[in-house]
């Protein structure tokens, strides 16, 4: 079958990645197809990071000696790469945490204990989504069991979409957060960003978004969502794990207090009371993950000479596809939009009565990864009456003929089950 136009030149990218040409189960090229639970890194990172263990390693803003200052200027220089990569207005708005999951935390902690105007307690709610991740979900638990806040959320529709039909009740004058994810990372689903902002603005409610799923893949200028904090991760974006970045506007960023407490995010400490150093050192207590920040910087310089917009295009034309010859097999049923139009390079989907656990497993012994199980978003899976999906998610080196591969393999599974 042909292929869609408009692609990356896959043949040279894949190059780039020394796991592609791996193989299993006797001599079978592996078929990379999990990229939503993480991504592959090219050798240029691979690279980054060895060489700052060999070269340059030591800890940083502390040490006057060179490998000190070599890796300080290294760790934030990956700071200023990621600002620009986000579009960011300035790089101290820019904090590095070791993933998205602690990112979100962060934000509800600083809410929590925040002096007004910005503090949740039980007088407040906090808006989410039914199709978060969990790691946007418990946060938000958790601080509202603490404060007493009440916890709201919109649903989702039948053809896996926001339900906003009912914006400004879920959203209202008590409203303090409203926290959602960009694109999910089961359904694929590209959220409507401007609506939910705008009412969030309406009422004076901060914003935060969980962008794990779309900085991979797409364009994000931080400045143009007009949110008051993002949050992604390094390790789906060709970057190391142990990494993830924290975006907040800078005034609020003065105005709210630390998370953690330790070394280097203090100005001065008594026995009596500590004053914190400005942010992003403030968020940072103790030594922070430096060779995997170098990583990053590397992984977002790898992406930036691709073009994220050439990346994004190459995604949709994967994604058009593979949902076309999906569409092909029969019993199999796509959860979350059917068309490849608002949707990330990610689809989940059920194959008649076979359980996704065993559709993985066979898929496997054909080489082909992919994910099964919830995906960390049971709440998806509740609303669609379903026990877990079978995940099948694309990236910048992703084929048609891994499409086509993923197709027979799905043929085959349905075969061996009869």
Request: with cysteine.
């Amino acid at each position: 079958m042909r292929g869609p136009a408009g692609l990356l030149d896959t043949e040279a990218i894949r190059k780039d990645f020394p796991l592609l040409d791996r193989q299993v189960h006797d001599g079978r090229r592996v078929v990379y197809l999990d990229n939503a639970a993480t991504s592959q890194k090219p050798r240029q990172v691979l690279d980054a990071l060895a060489g700052y263990y060999e070269r340059h390693n030591a800890n940083v803003h502390r040490g006057v000696h060179v490998l000190a200052e070599e890796a300080t200027a290294l760790y934030e220089g990956a700071r200023d790469t990621v600002a620009g990569f986000i579009n960011a207005p300035s790089r101290d708005e820019v904090i590095f945490t070791k993933n998205a999951s602690e990112s979100l935390n962060l934000v509800a902690n600083m809410l929590g204990w925040a002096e007004e105007p910005y503090r949740v307690d039980r007088d407040t709610e906090i808006v989410i989504t039914e199709m978060e991740h969990h790691s946007n979900i418990v946060p938000w638990q958790l601080l509202a069991q603490r404060t007493g806040a009440k916890l709201k959320w919109f649903g989702l529709t039948d053809d896996g979409r926001l339900d906003l039909s009912h914006l400004d009740e879920v959203i209202t004058e008590r409203t303090k957060v409203v926290s959602f994810t960009l694109v999910s990372n089961l359904l694929g689903t590209v959220n409507p960003v401007e609506a939910i902002i705008r009412r969030a603005q309406e009422v004076g409610a901060l914003v935060v978004i969980d962008a794990s799923q779309a900085a991979p893949h797409m364009p994000l200028d931080v400045q143009a969502l007009q949110a008051d904090f993002v949050a992604f991760t390094g390790h789906k974006m060709c970057g190391p794990t142990g990494i993830g970045v924290l975006w907040g506007r800078q005034e609020l960023l003065e105005d709210l207090p630390p998370f953690l407490g330790g070394g280097e995010m203090i100005e001065t400490v008594t026995m009596h009371s500590s004053t914190y150093a400005p942010a992003p050192h403030k968020f940072e207590a103790g030594t922070p993950p430096i060779a995997q920040a170098v990583g990053l910087g590397a992984a977002v310089d790898y992406l930036a000479a691709i073009g994220m917009d050439k990346i994004a295009a190459h995604e949709h034309a994967i994604t058009e596809y593979a949902v076309g010859r999906l569409g092909e097999v029969p019993g199999l049923r796509i959860i979350g939009p059917v068309t490849a139009e608002d949707r990330g390079a990610t689809i989940s989907f059920t194959l008649g009565d076979i359980h996704p656990h065993d559709v993985g497993q066979v898929l496997d012994e054909l080489g082909i990864a992919v994910r099964v199980g919830h995906h960390c978003a049971r709440p998806v899976c509740l609303r669609y009456g379903i026990p877990a999906t079978t995940r099948a998610s694309f990236y910048l080196y992703s084929t048609p003929g891994e499409v086509d591969a993923l197709v027979a393999g799905l043929e085959h599974v349905r075969n061996f089950f009869g």
